[in-house]
T-cell receptor
Framework: DTAVSQTPKYLVTQMGNDKSIKCEQN?????MYWYKQDSKKFLKIMFS???????INETVPNRFSPKSPDKAHLNLHINSLELGDSAVYFC???????????????FGPGTRLTVT | GQQVMQIPQYQHVQEGEDFTTYCNSS?????IQWYKQRPGGHPVFLIQ?????EVKKQKRLTFQFGEAKKNSSLHITATQTTDVGTYFC???????????FGQGTELSVKP
C-alpha cells in the first residue's frame, strides 16, 4: 500500500507547455507539501497546505499553482514551462505542521520533469 | 535568511570505515530531522532530535543534537554498501514553520 503516491513518475515536455502533477496520500495526514529537488539534489520547499488551506508559499513563480481539493490530495499545475523548471518534484505529507512530534514527513516517489 | 549548512558534500569510504556528516545553523533550531535518499529514490525519514544535547542511536547510526541546538551530526560506524545514498539534515526553526534542508552529503561505499 503506497502511502504517498504521485503521477506521473516521468514527464517530458516542451517549453511553453502547461502540465500538472498529482499527489495523493492515504495516511490521514493533515499537511501536504511540494518540494523541488534540483540537479545538485538541493531540496527546497515550494508550498504547503494544511486541511486544504495554503500555509506556506515560498518565492515561487506565479506559473506554479497548487490546488488541494481535499486534505488527501495536492496537485501542482505549471504554466508556460521553462527549461529551468526541469527538476524532480516531490510531494510529501505529515500528520500536522503544528505538532513537532508528528512532524516527520513522508515523501512520494517523485516526478522527474524534463523541459526541452 | 534561515540556512542549514551541511558538510561534506561528498564522502567516499571503504566498506567498514566510519562516516560522519555535520549540519550547522547560525540560529537556534526548534528541532532537527535526518533523512536518507537512496540513488533514484525519495527522502526517507530517519530520526528527529528535539532536546538540547540529545543523542539517539539506530543500530550503527548515531545522531547528535548540539547543546546550543545549532548543530547536529550523523555518524555511521562500520559502513556497509547498503548505507549508500544521500543523507540530509533538515532544521525546523519554529513551530508551524517549514523544514529547511541542508545540501546533503552523498555517501558512496566501496566494497
Amino acid at each position: 500500500d503506497t502511502a504517498v503516491s504521485q503521477t506521473p513518475k516521468y514527464l517530458v515536455t516542451q517549453m511553453g507547455n502547461d502540465k500538472s502533477i498529482k499527489c495523493e496520500q492515504n495516511l490521514g495526514h493533515d499537511t501536504m507539501y511540494w518540494y523541488k529537488q534540483d540537479s545538485k539534489k538541493f531540496l527546497k520547499i515550494m508550498f504547503s497546505y494544511n486541511n486544504k488551506e495554503l500555509i506556506i508559499n515560498e518565492t515561487v513563480p506565479n506559473r506554479f499553482s497548487p490546488k488541494s481539493p481535499d486534505k488527501a490530495h495536492l496537485n501542482l499545475h505549471i504554466n508556460s514551462l521553462e527549461l529551468g523548471d526541469s527538476a524532480v518534484y516531490f510531494c510529501a505529507s505529515s500528520q500536522s505542521f503544528l505538532a513537532p512530534s508528528s512532524y516527520e514527513q513522508y515523501f512520494g516517489p517523485g516526478t522527474r520533469l524534463t523541459v526541452t | 535568511g534561515q540556512q542549514v549548512m551541511q558538510i561534506p558534500q561528498y564522502q567516499h569510504v571503504q566498506e567498514g570505515e566510519d562516516f560522519t556528516t555535520y549540519c550547522n545553523s547560525s540560529t537556534t533550531l526548534s528541532n532537527i530531522q535526518w533523512y536518507k535518499q537512496r540513488p533514484g529514490g525519495h527522502p526517507v525519514f530517519l530520526i528527529q532530535l528535539v532536546k538540547s544535547g540529545e543523542v539517539k542511536k539506530q543500530k550503527r547510526l548515531t545522531f547528535q543534537f548540539g547543546e546550543a541546538k545549532k548543530n547536529s551530526s550523523l555518524h555511521i560506524t562500520a559502513t556497509q554498501t547498503t548505507d549508500v545514498g544521500t543523507y540530509f539534515c533538515a532544521g525546523l526553526y519554529n513551530q508551524g514553520g517549514k523544514l529547511i534542508f541542508g545540501q546533503g552529503t552523498e555517501l558512496s561505499v566501496k566494497p
